[in-house]
């Protein structure tokens, strides 16, 4: 499984994901500034793309092929998936961080105050946006479809869910979130399983 996750990361340690990285850093600098809003969006941006390229890849160079050739198991191919999204999500969490806390210092003078609530609540976010970008990707083995529902999702989630969450506790949002990133897993590996490679 390690060496499935390292290949997920090889496919990353390409020029345009910099690129990529750098023209989101400008825009979210240009487009507004809140602190924990920008820390959590800038996250699940990140997020998504970085899984996003992976997918766009895969799909790309018919690894799914490869991969299925290889002595790995279905089950460990998808866990090494889901393995990648809780890294990405806490990648993207420090990056988004390390973006805001010089840019804090700039702009306000102070330091960057950053909640529990901020960091369960990016975290949960964003294994939710995996959970529902994973099985999609798995059913039809399209970058497209999944990118979109992931994204209709997050701006849904931001819409209506912070009145829901702010009023209450912070260990039982990530709990139903990591909650519904394991069932996402299961169906997941369901989907893959019955795949004919």
Known sequence: MAKLIRKDWHLLARPVTLYIFL???????LAFWEEAAYISIITLVFVIQFVMLIASYEEKYN??????????????????????????????YLLALALALPTSLIRT????QVSNFDLIGTMGAALLMLGVFYPIFYKFNKWFPAFMAAVLL???FFRFIPEVWLGSGDGWVFAVCFLLYGVSYYISLEFYQKKDL
């Open 23 to 29: 023209m989101d850093c400008f825009l979210f600098e």
């Open 63 to 92: 690894s799914h092929k490869l991969v299925g050739s290889l002595p790995a198991t279905r089950r460990q191919v998808v866990l090494a998936k889901y393995v990648d999204g809780l890294v990405f999500a806490l990648i993207g």
């Open 109 to 112: 003078g102070d330091l960057l």
């Open 154 to 156: 997050e701006m849904a």
